[in-house]
């Protein structure tokens, strides 16, 4: 370090913000490339008892064909999604990469496997840590514990401190008791997630009644921009689209991480005017969660409802895409349950006898493909797909809000995980991976978050390593 270079509470070669899938990665990595070497650091807000951010709460799907290797067409799939506004060189890297970072992570103990997913109708095979995204925390957490690392729990990363020549060598944290210690650290890597905990900042990007989007996950709420503040500060350039988020619907009357109800493709949605207000059968429903979610946020007062009749529970495995733990409102007759959810009168039963009127289509009924059975109720959006009509009650219905998982806009990295500012200069010291660094635009190239926390979340603890010992070795030989 330089002559200027403050006296700081504690140094580290490489210290690590955040202690989701990316962080994780990045810290062993970086323990791993020095063969153990390296003082590694690991800065997490959050409590020890629920620690690994969003990721833990996740179901973390990957997609991937095999336990190592991604589907086919990745890269195509999501220049599409983003109507081709992503980073290819990033998604090149990303199918390149993952092979390598997947068998890695086999070696620290995650078990993926293809399992029953809360997607009744896939686009793309995904596999998943067994249990979800804990799965993927613990086993990494337990790794970093039996090397020299140290993990900073209830720490809060601040601010960057650069020296005269504008290179990263340490941060301003504060503790679980208020105070502000200085770290030294010859690299630091930003893996503390998107800003969907920060309220301001959601309005500020995503705009107006963003408020009402909570994050999907109590990790989620941790995750409140500080990667992308002090990034800002000290000349990063940003990548994603700002204005938008991962969004997810959710029964807003549980705690669970991902209340989901994934069945609303055989039923209706209706808003608080007892309307329907979108085509619920469009596409597989892994590739329409997403624009239900946010053409609900659209409704007045931001809410929905999933109504069903009692002909979707014969559909084998149905309960897999019910994540909510709370039982459903229940009602022998749509005018019953129009009452219960306090629709205004007439509205439900109106809206179901439209649809159910049009709906006596001459197609079969087939749960498990896009079958072609449509509706279009005159004065309704029209159903593209498995128009049966609602007929055998008990009818129910679950209430729906869009959460949060994730948002779009972050930091923009170069491929080795570097941040780079506006000319494209990699900012020196200063690494970023997951969530905090800006990638999708239009809409979330599914189940490929965790993918690239953990691919680049290696990447970027490998380099800073690198990159901090050479600069220690360089101050040695000065
Ligand atoms: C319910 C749910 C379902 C999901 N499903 C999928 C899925 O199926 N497939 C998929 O790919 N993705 C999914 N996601 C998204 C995915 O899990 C996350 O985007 C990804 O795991 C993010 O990893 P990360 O390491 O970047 O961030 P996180 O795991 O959120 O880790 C960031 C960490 O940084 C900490 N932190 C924040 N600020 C600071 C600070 N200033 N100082 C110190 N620490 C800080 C936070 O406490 C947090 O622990 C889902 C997420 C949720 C919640």
């Known amino acids: 370090m330089t002559d200027t270079t403050p006296a700081f509470d504690d140094e580290f070669d490489v210290i690590v913000v955040g202690a989701g899938a990316a962080g994780l990665s990045a810290a062993l990595s970086a323990v791993e490339e020095t063969g153990g070497s390296a003082r590694v650091a690991v800065l997490e807000r959050s409590t020890k008892d629920i620690r690994g951010g969003n990721t833990r709460w996740s179901g973390a799907y990957l997609r991937l064909q095999n336990t190592t290797t991604p589907v086919p067409n990745l890269v195509e799939y999501a220049m599409s999604a983003s109507k081709g506004y992503a980073n290819r060189d990033y998604y090149d890297a990303l199918v390149r990469e993952v092979p390598e970072a997947f ?46 690392a140290t993990v900073l ?49 959601m309005s500020k990007y995503v705009g107006r ?6 994050p999907i996950s109590r990790g989620g709420a941790h995750n409140r921009g500080d990667g992308l503040r002090m990034a800002l500060e000290v000349g990063a350039a940003t ?28 039923g209706i949605l209706v808003n608080s005017a007892g309307e329907r207000f979108l085509d619920e059968g469009a596409k597989t ?40 733990d709370v039982e459903p409102y229940t009602a022998d007759s749509v005018e019953e349950l129009e009452t219960l959810l306090g629709l205004p009168a007439g509205s439900l039963v109106r809206t179901v006898a439209e649809f159910n009127a049009a709906s006596a289509g001459d197609v079969s009924f087939v749960w498990s493909k896009l079958d072609g059975l449509a509706s279009r109720p005159a004065g309704q959006p029209v159903k593209s797909n498995w128009a049966r009509p609602l007929t055998e009650g008990p009818f129910f219905a679950y209430p729906q809000i869009c959460a949060n998982v994730f948002t779009f806009g972050g930091v923009k990295t170069d491929l080795d995980a570097q941040v780079v500012t506006s000319d494209g200069h990699p900012i020196d010291g200063l690494f970023g991976a997951g969530e905090m660094t800006g990638l999708y635009y239009e809409a979330y190239a599914g189940s490929t978050s965790v993918m690239r926390s953990i691919t680049f979340g290696r990447i970027a603890g490998r380099n800073a390593a690198r990159l901090s010992l050479q600069n220690t070795t360089e101050r040695a030989i000065a």
């Open 239 to 266: 990548e994603g689209q700002f204005d938008l988020f991962h969004a997810e619907p959710k029964d807003p009357r549980s705690a669970v991480a991902e209340a989901v109800v994934m069945t609303y493709p055989y």
């Open 103 to 148: 068998d890695w992570l086999h070696e620290q103990g995650v078990e993926l496997k293809s399992l029953p997913t809360i997607f009744l109708t896939l686009s793309a095979t995904r596999y998943q840590p067994v249990g979800g995204g804990v799965n993927i925390v613990e086993p990494l957490f337990a790794r970093l514990e039996a090397t020299s």
């Open 209 to 214: 009644n963003a408020y009402r989007v909570p």
């Open 285 to 324: 429903v892994d590739l329409t969660y997403e624009t239900v979610a946010r053409t609900i946020l659209q409704q007045d007062d931001s809410i929905g409802y999933a109504v069903f009749d009692q002909q979707v529970k014969q559909i084998p495995g149905y309960e897999h895409a019910i994540g909510t």
């Open 153 to 201: 729990y209830e720490t809060s990363a601040e601010s960057l401190i650069t020296d005269d020549r504008g290179r990263i060598i340490g941060l301003r944290v504060r503790e679980r008791t208020g105070q502000v210690r200085t770290l030294g650290a010859g690299a630091v890597v930003l893996a503390c997630g998107g800003f969907q905990g920060n309220r301001e900042m």
